[in-house]
Every structure is written in C-alpha cells, then in structure tokens.
C-alpha cells in the first residue's frame, strides 16, 4: 500500500520570544487603553466661618507639629487634639460645601468642540482660539461629571445650566468654573525619564 502524502503543511510554531514579546504588548496596551481620564475638582463653599476654622485648625496642626519636631518628640498631647480638631472642621467644612467634578475629555471630543464654537473675526484677532462667549459653557457642561452617593455616574450639567452660572455669578467665581473645566484638560500625568548615553 502506498502511503498518503500530506500536502498541507503544518504552521510553523511561533518562535517563543515573539510571543512572549506580542503578550508583553498586548498586556501593556491593555493597561493603556483602560486608564481613567483625569479628575479636578472644584470646592464651593460659601460658609467663610467653616473655611476660616478649617483654615485655622490645619495652622494649629502645623504650628504643633513643628514644635514637636523642635523638641525631638513623635506627638504630643496638643498634636493630637490639634489633629482632631481638623478632622471635625474637615467634616463641617464637607458638609456645608458644594464640590463639582470636571472630567478631562478625550482629545478628539475637546478639538469638535472647540472647533463648535470658532472665535468671530474680531475675537481671533485679539488672539482667542474658541468663542469667549459660548465655549465655556459648552466645555463646563461637557467636562462635567455628577455622581451620585453611591459613586454611579448620573445626568449633571447642561450648557443652559452651564451659561446661567456663569451670567449670574460674579465675575471672579464665573471664571474660576470655567478654570475649572479648563484645568481637567490640562492635568499631566505622564512624565519621561532622559537616559544617559553610553
């Protein structure tokens, strides 16, 4: 009987190297791609008492702690006092304070909205990149993040409700929301390490 020939040719093994190599990738992209996108948060208090005592009790915990230093100790009776006092002048601090939370936004999304809300001929030439009038509020709404209690993302706020806060608050605080927004777009993260030649 005459033997049967095969002609399919059996795949090469991948050499070992390579796929421990394409793994070491795949499992680093991996970790790339599933990162969170930055977070900053702006703080609204409008209670200046609770922001003065909290702003007090952090210089008397320093002031403690330096004098424990000085005098070769770990704690002190008056550090630990001075510490709970900033525990509970945190928590009335939190409790009377409103917090909004500003998302960075994926690259593609922030350059259509800017491109949304192109600055006017006039507003280029004194050298704005988007339109001063409109684009903040698009921004604050879109970068904005609501959660609720517990930590699910939930419907926050729209540009209409963007644009009256800042018509209607003062100067100062308007531009500090806008800020806000702006700054989760520009948080680093990363950082690079210049090697030696050798």
Same mark, same amino acid.
């Given at each position: 009987?005459? &033997?049967?020939?095969n002609?399919?040719?059996?795949? &090469?093994?991948?050499?070992? $190297? ?7 990738? @795949?499992?680093?992209? @991996? ?5 969170? !996108? %930055?977070?900053y ?10 922001k003065?005592?909290l /702003? ?6 320093a ?8 005098n070769?100790? =770990?704690?002190? *009776?008056? +550090? ?6 900033? *525990? ?5 601090f939190?409790?009377?304070? +409103? ?5 960075? !936004? %994926?690259?593609?999304i922030? /350059? ?15 050298g /704005?990149?988007?339109n &001063?009038?409109?684009? &903040? @509020?698009? !921004?604050?709404?879109? @970068?904005?993040?609501?959660?609720? /209690?517990?930590?699910a ?7 209409? =409700? $963007?644009?009256?806060?800042? =018509?209607?608050? %003062? ?12 700054? $989760? ?7 690079t390490?210049? !090697?030696?030649?050798?």
């Amino acid at each position: 009987m005459t &033997p049967v020939t095969n002609d399919v040719q059996a795949t &090469p093994a991948a050499p070992a $190297a390579a796929v421990a190599k394409d793994a070491h990738w @795949a499992a680093k992209l @991996a970790k790339l791609r599933a990162r969170q !996108l %930055p977070e900053y948060t702006l703080v609204i208090c409008d209670d200046l008492h609770a922001k003065q005592h909290l /702003d007090e009790s952090l210089r008397e915990l320093a002031r403690c702690r330096r004098a424990d230093a000085e005098n070769g100790r =770990d704690y002190s *009776e008056a +550090t630990l006092a001075a510490e709970q006092a900033v *525990e509970e002048a945190q928590e009335f601090f939190d409790n009377v304070s +409103t917090e909004l939370t500003f998302k960075a !936004l %994926p690259r593609p999304i922030l /350059d259509g909205l800017i491109k949304r809300f192109p600055p006017t001929e006039a507003q280029a030439e004194d050298g /704005d990149a988007w339109n &001063p009038e409109t684009f &903040p @509020a698009a !921004l604050i709404a879109a @970068a904005h993040i609501e959660r609720d /209690d517990h930590g699910a993302t939930v419907e926050g706020m729209s540009e209409a =409700d $963007a644009q009256d806060l800042l =018509d209607s608050w %003062p100067v100062a605080e308007s531009n500090t929301l806008f800020a806000a927004a702006w700054q $989760a777009q520009q948080i680093v993260r990363t950082s690079t390490v210049e !090697l030696g030649k050798g």
